[in-house]
């Protein structure tokens, strides 16, 4: 991996995009104090979490659109010829696409989170403190990790599919999700079958029914770090490899 | 074949067996559940000796403190990592976070305990932000600071001396059978305390100007003979 | 050095392409790809240029394989394909970030062709017509300094000036350590640039020699009548009376008809 090259591909891609990145922004900003006035309505649904809500939608929105277009060159085969011959190694294109869309893309978007965040809670009259939302706070930063997937899935689409990849892949990842919980689910019917689950999280719990009463189960201590390390460690980075993998396939 | 096909069908094959291995675990985890517990969704957590509770955090789980010969702090298990607790003086202070919910949620009784706490004599409550239902103490004197916007539901408590003082936006409530000989009753800002289903002999309020009480017939004649 | 040995692509299972090419390419010559359109010339050059898999066989450029695009080989060459895509930059702007991508990247060279096209360098690639466009990558690729440079029909959207221009230009950048590739179907736009002559036809390579080696053993001629001639190996009808090919028995070199010859080849009329 070559440092010169890595902020040359990240300098090339802020030069040939900053119009457009300047538009989003401004975007995103209206997207989210808009998000804030809608869901301030409808406050009691998110359990009083308008935040969470917010910055969790916003963050997926934002981030699977800017992910998408790490790759947009992809989208016309000139574009993607003129992307491919940049003297630099797939590992260097994958892993400034990366950087740009979790590193730079999240900090910039926590900031106009917090713009946004502001305008909502003086309009709301709630402005304090502590009325700020901590993402490290209640185990929410865990969604940055669900992001890294997320980031490492539209980055994948972006290369694999060439028109229109963001809705291909949203798609995918949907059909991707329903097949994850059906087969999550029927592993465990099959291991419990006298349990009347109502509800499962793959990797992580179940939900079951006892005379009407819900009991949840979880992994022990141990088998939770490593459940966890798979899903919010190795999985991000099997699929980051992927998009190299298929970054070095691509044929135009 | 591509080297991206050989590793999609290694990594698909390590997800299926990684998804496998924790149902097995899970599976494991489930048959330790005692079906018959009635704390079955819950975990137990240590604490030192303490008189006084002081708790903040959220409203969005309601915490059950009832009076009991043995001493238990229980933690339903999807709340673990939202619990912090550590004595100071005497006192056990719980930190209990996550979202806040409004009033009539919070109220709402579908919503299991987050905590319940199984206590032989106590000689006060601190709440800051969080929803308490109280029950069954019988005790000398018994202390409620209430801040932020908590909510306190008593019930069935017997206590001969009952100091209690209110700030903020925080919510009184006695519910069924609560007897007091004498009430020391501080209230200020915008607090709010439902006095119907006490029995009292003295009160003594100090009432601020945006307070709201809310009394029966009896208790207002009984608050008038004073 | 590109050696390309029994080369098969196919798009599809069904659809082949072409089938056990066999070329070499060495530095210091201009190449010029010919063939009607949909015969394999883009495919083949995409081939060279790792934009493609070879299905069977094999290609490499001075010892690289170009499907693996590693850092070496695309600093060294330098592909401008048919539809060409610059990114929304002002020329200043693409060059202030491209150049140190290309170790012999040459900004005073690059410099002399805006001049000599008269582009602002001020000017975005969205201000820019296509013939413009087309030039300042041509200025580009050339400025890049690359080992081997590879042009898929360079001349298309280019005006007649231009492509005197463009010639000049190609002659001039031209050095012994360089492979120049260029492919068109308008045979006449390659006439004097290039040494080697490349026919392609249906997936197969029909002619490739020396433009040298064509001269020395056909004759090329013009004639205002048609020629009966036992000698004549190929003869055509064009606007200004009958062009024909004959066996070259002297020990001159003459004028090679690319267009004639390419007609020749086609017809299965020669076989060199």
Known sequence: MNYSTLSLLIKRQFKEHYKTYATDLLVLLILLIFMFLVVHQWKDSFSGAVQNGVFVIGLFIAGGVFSNTMFGEFSSPQ????????????????????????????IIYVITFYIADFFYLLFAGTLNFEAILNPFENGFYQFFFIYLIFNGLMLLGSIIFNKNSLI????????????????????????????????????????????????????????????????????????????????????? | MKTSTVFIVFLSITIAGVLLATNVSLKKEYEKIDLDDVFKNYVSVDSEPYSVLSISGS???????????????????????????????????????????????????????????????????????????????????????????????????????????????????????????????????????????????????????????????????????? | MITIESLDYNYSKKINIFKNINLQFSSGKIYGLLGKNGVGKSTLIKNITGMLFPTKGSCEVFGLTPGKREVEFLQDLFFVPEEYYLPNLTIKELITIYKDFYPNFDVNQFDAYTKEFNISKDKKATELSLGQKKKILIGFALSANTKVLIMDEPTNGLDIPSKITFRNMIKDAFNDDRIVFITSHQVRDLDELIDAIIIMHDGQILLNSDKDAIAKRLHFELSDNKKDDLTILYQEKVSNGFASIQKNTSDTLGYVDIELLFNAVLAHKLKL
Request: proline share 2%; glycine share 4%.
């Open chain 1, 79 to 106: 574009s993607g010829m003129w992307l491919l011959s940049i003297p630099a190694k797939a590992s260097e294109k994958v892993v400034s696409s990366i950087i740009i869309s979790t590193v730079f893309f999240l």
């Open chain 1, 168 to 252: 291909k892949m949203l798609l995918t990842i949907a059909v991707l999700f329903i097949l994850l919980n059906y087969l999550n689910g029927f592993i465990l019917s099959f291991l419990i079958p006298e349990a009347t689950i109502v509800s499962s999280i793959a990797f992580d719990s179940f939900l079951f029914s006892h005379y009407g009463e819900n009991v949840k189960v979880f992994l022990s201590d141990n088998i939770n770090f490593y459940s966890a390390l798979f899903v919010r460690i190795i999985f991000p980075i099997a699929l980051w490899v992927l998009v190299w993998l298929k970054l070095k396939e691509k044929e135009i």
């Open chain 2, 59 to 226: 409203n969005g789980y309601p915490i059950e403190i009832v009076q009991k010969d043995t001493n238990a702090i229980k933690v339903l298990r999807s709340r673990l990592e939202h619990f912090k607790s550590v004595v100071k003086n005497d006192t056990l202070f719980i930190e209990f976070t996550g979202s806040n919910i409004s009033m009539q949620q919070s109220f709402l009784t579908t919503t299991p305990s987050g905590i319940v706490i199984h206590k032989n004599n106590l000689s006060g409550i601190i709440a800051t932000n969080t929803h308490q239902r109280v029950n069954g103490f019988k005790t000398e004197h018994f202390t409620l600071n209430l801040k932020g916007y908590s909510h306190v539901e008593l019930q069935n408590c017997n206590a001969q001396t009952l100091s209690i003082l209110m700030e903020n936006e925080s919510y009184l409530q006695f519910l069924e059978h609560n007897i007091a000989d004498s009430i020391s009753l501080k209230m200020t800002h915008t607090s709010v305390a439902d006095l119907n289903d006490i029995s009292f002999k003295k009160v003594h309020p100090v009432l601020g100007d945006s307070v709201a009480l809310v009394l029966s017939k009896d208790v207002f004649k009984n608050l008038l003979n004073n």
